[in-house]
């Protein structure tokens, strides 16, 4: 079967139109691509950070509990301390 001229023609500018087509949908595709990578990457890193945190908190936590224990025992000895002190005064 031959095409015409103009056939011929339309068939040619479809094929370009196909072929730019397809390469701004390839680019589309690797932009696409690129940006989950990143995002992934983010999402990495913001886990890792928050981890990271957490134990921190987590860390703080059984500090001033360790040195609010240490204060109550403190003011213990102290209140003791004190009552002797009145004892051997009386």
């Known amino acids: 079967m031959e095409f015409t001229s103009l056939e011929q023609?339309?068939?040619?500018?479809?094929e370009s139109w196909?072929?730019?087509a397809n390469i701004h949908l390839e680019r589309k595709?690797?932009?696409a691509i690129n940006e989950k990578n990143m995002?992934?990457?983010?999402?990495y890193r913001y886990l890792?950070?928050?981890?990271v945190c957490q134990?921190?908190?987590k860390s703080l936590k059984a500090k001033l509990k360790r040195a609010s224990r240490r204060?109550?025992?403190?003011?213990?000895l102290q209140i003791l301390a004190e009552a002797s002190l009145?004892?051997?005064n009386v």
């Open 9 to 14: 023609e339309v068939n040619v500018d479809r």
């Open 71 to 76: 204060q109550k025992e403190h003011e213990g």
């Open 55 to 57: 134990a921190r908190i």
């Open 29 to 31: 595709l690797e932009k």
């Open 18 to 20: 196909l072929e730019r």
């Open 86 to 88: 009145v004892q051997n």
């Open 39 to 43: 995002l992934r990457n983010m999402s």
């Open 48 to 51: 890792s950070r928050n981890m």
